[in-house]
T-cell receptor, first 112, second 111 residues
Framework: DGGITQSPKYLFRKEGQNVTLSCEQN?????MYWYRQDPGQGLRLIYY???????QKGDIAEGYSVSREKKESFPLTVTSAQKNPTAFYLC???????????FGSGTRLTVV | GENVEQHPSTLSVQEGDSAVIKCTYS??????FPWYKQELGKRPQLIID?????GEKKDQRIAVTLNKTAKHFSLHITETQPEDSAVYFC??????????FGTGTRLQVFP
């Protein structure tokens, strides 16, 4: 996965359940991002973090929460407040001195 | 506000023909413009990028052009091959260190 690992690859959530998606990077990147992708659609920003212990809401943060306790890790929790969580979730990272993103391989979340 | 428009949403070409995808951005302060290729069920991968101090950049069959005055940039793929079939996303980086993505173009190359 080019230095950024997402797990699990597939995740199933029951109604009313919180689930956490893992994202770990060993690229020494300062910034990390979570995007949601729905079938046939683009990438929408959920949350992002530029430094440890700090993060900002993206365009669709409602129903999601994050933490950034370590530089290498940026887990995303999909809470029961997110009513339509079925989607493909992509984590990415970038170095502040550079411009490009490196993406993880994604987690496909399905509500059952 | 921050916005990137991408056209067309789908594009079908014959193998060997050229393909062009265009994007328009809203913030004149944008300084970095990457293009990503995403195959079905896979992660987006960076294929080429351009910074605001450059007007054109080429990498084999792929080129990107930037018109800062008009605030648009384009991806050009020449001599297309079936393996070029994928969804392509443009993006623009704003001062807040985040990328804003276009809605994607599904390119189909027919043999």
């Amino acid at each position: 996965d080019g230095g950024i690992t997402q797990s699990p690859k597939y995740l199933f959530r029951k109604e009313g359940q919180n689930v956490t998606l893992s994202c770990e990077q060993n690229l020494n990147h300062d910034a990390m991002y979570w995007y949601r992708q729905d079938p046939g659609q683009g990438l929408r920003l959920i949350y992002y973090s530029q430094i440890v212990n700090d993060f900002q809401k993206g365009d669709i943060a409602e129903g999601y929460s994050v933490s950034r306790e370590k530089k290498e890790s940026f887990p995303l929790t999909v809470t029961s407040a997110q009513k339509n969580p079925t989607a493909f979730y992509l984590c990415a990272s970038s170095a502040t001195s550079e411009y490009g993103y490196t993406f993880g391989s994604g987690t496909r979340l399905t509500v059952v | 506000g921050e916005n990137v428009e991408q056209h067309p949403s789908t594009l079908s070409v014959q193998e060997g023909d050229s393909a062009v995808i265009k994007c328009t951005y809203s913030d004149s302060a944008s300084n970095y413009f990457p293009w990503y290729k995403q195959e079905l069920g896979k992660r987006p991968q960076l294929i080429i990028d351009i910074r605001s101090n450059v007007g054109e950049k080429k990498d084999q069959r792929i080129a990107v052009t930037l018109n800062k005055t008009a605030k648009h940039f384009s991806l050009h793929i020449t001599e297309t091959q079936p393996e070029d079939s994928a969804v392509y996303f443009c993006a623009a980086r704003y001062n807040t260190d985040k990328l804003i993505f276009g809605t994607g173009t599904r390119l189909q190359v027919f043999p």
